[in-house]
């Protein structure tokens, strides 16, 4: 039965090694994506912020450009999240198709575009109120293309039994509403910097010790130690 | 019979672990430029963008910098397509040798102009026609430059035996027949930018589509599903 | 015993492959950080260099911007010690949890932000005290930030057992008294820099040469060629 | 004999699984920073190319342009066969000790400059002869000290055991004659660009093919597969 079912997914030339290497590859392409977005913001961090404003003391200067700081560290904060997002998904994922590499290359799509999400909404922090809500409204649609595609892909897989074969339906299940959830919560803690954002800092770092807490699908050794144990 | 053939590929010191990562390090680098020049973009996005252009309100400059998301969109669709292009022949080639290798790097030369000719691209979108047909002739030379290498890459991998030994031989001629149909496709649809850019981009569109449902090469474990059910 | 040891680690779905996969997939991810944060303070140096200087002869413009070559040394042997030690590290660490990553991805932040405070650094190696001191105490931040971090990653996967279950905890354990002790003495060579540049670039030098000679945790498979040449 | 011999090598917790993970990691984090200068040379071939020179026509300034084309497709030709090189290399180099990590980081602070020497080259290259001679001798020293940091690298892991206990010691040395041979052979290619910089491209072109007919330590399988097909 086992044999039956790993054979499904099998390629035309029947090997088991390319099953592996294929979801490998995406992950690898994918983090190479996230690394240079993480990276591009300290680099953009460094050509907008003051060592570029002249006319200016640096002390004052430095202290002049908070908002460039606030905007790399909920940035980092959401690439380095949807990273481990990706990181918790793909690990069940084993298989690939055409439809789930274009639904993850949609992903990219919206990932990649954080640096210019991000540098508007840094420059317009502290502009008119059209300016605020026209770069948020930008920002926002960034992480909500993001999560919309991150939410077919895992259906997909789901569909398509891209999944690993002993993976509990129960879990893929939670690991779907788990994900819908996500980007509401997000959206909250961003919806914040409106009223303060220090404040809004101060959510994102809760729903990260929220995520630290854990849910259905995230890396849990403790959990599975006690587990095995039991068995042990 | 089976012993003998894979004994065909191995290195002089006779082991089989380094085939596969020869074959892993350059999907690995190649993964690399891809996955800057699909963030570069991005990053160009953000540098030619209206939040550079001053004496002009936020909501027009927007408006007025829409060529930029087109190019930034096309390009993409372009990236991301050679990558599963790239991706999906990939997974066939087991072994490299040294031509191979530097036909991979002119694949990789051309792919990494892209950020280049698009940024020139949307630069004269609205310029004169001579700037219009010129920027035009740069982006088609770079998207058949790229289609040259992979036709040749293939062709050489075949003629070597670089592919996996349990590859049909008629999939792999008719996976050679479709990536050289590919670049004329996308020939077409970036032809259709000088009618309407909104046209071109669903034609673009449409080709995705296309490729979603499949051809011979790409990933089909619905229909290796059906075939290992009949053999379950 | 060592089955019931592994089983305990073993995800729900009880394979062995994902285990490997997933402290694979953070090295992969942080070396992508690592490699553009290498690369892209020679793209700075570049774009701040000698180059852009106008109204300047070329040799004095290049004997001018030394600063900027020393600033680039420093942080490639700081950016690059930093692998090393990551390198090292990770080759105990076999599992991750959420914590384990949300760790890393906070060394990450601050190995990006290398880029900007060291060219803030170079811009104002030659300013006034003020100005000298602050830059200095944001390159300070930056790498004590990171210590803390790499530390609280070792604390954590030692605490947690997601190392390998064959190492030795004396060696666990004298690993982390040297990441504790390595910080403090980048420190006191970058201390120099407000003596003289050139000694705080040879206390460097020196530096490397102290962990060439290798330490606990060290790749030392000369050591352990004795070792084995005993048991052979 | 052959049990005794891998024991040699193992870490302390005595598996073998680190080794290959080593020695990939150290590939994976190399092709990092060589896909990023890949793609850098392209992006500054953006942003110093026509498209930001103004009060020119675009079909003037892109021809007016041409030592930048050529200069990243050498910069390319250069990295590209660094990168090539660097791959057969380590094809044979199973495991990594302290000294090679950081021999192979020097190898990298070199490969890194390449965007800052080739810009420098393609501004000057028009340049007053002694801005040529110095940007020349920049670019020498960039070719020169990568290259004596990967013979270093050769010669190391050769003295400590750290190659692929198989591999034959006389093809270990023929590796390392040739890889003292190629720079010297890149140095001439690169002079001819003072007699006439096409000739210097064809010079290049022309190395390229002496590398594609092979020598010790290529990927050939074809040879490979003439010695198998003898055997089987």
Redesign the interface.
Known sequence: MAG?DA?????????G??M???A??????S????????????????QT???RESGRE??DA?AHAWPSYLA?LIT?ALA?QV??AH?NLW?YII?????L??LN?LV??FI?????TA??LS??LR?SA??QR??AALYLGTVLGEALFVNLSWWWARR???L?P???PG?ARAVARRILLKPLLYLVAFAVVFVDPILSLCAYLLL?AF??I?GPG?????A??AK??S??
Chains 1, 2, 3, 4 share one sequence.
Do not use: C
Not at 24 to 29: I, K, L, N
Not at 112 to 116: G, K, L, R, Y
């Open positions: 039956a054979q499904k997914g099998a390629y035309r030339y029947g090997r090694r390319e592996t290497r294929d490998a590859r995406v992950e690898t392409f983090d190479g994506v996230f690394g240079v977005v993480l990276t591009v913001m300290a680099v953009e961090l460094l912020g003051p060592a640096l002390p430095l790399y980092f380095g990273w481990l990181h690990r298989r690939v198709d055409q439809m590499l274009v290359l990219l799509l990649a575009t954080i640096p210019f540098d508007l420059d317009n502009g059209t300016e026209l770069t398509r039994g891209l690993h002993d993976m509990d879990l990260v995520y630290l854990g995230d890396l849990r050794p403790s599975n130690r095995g144990g068995a042990a």
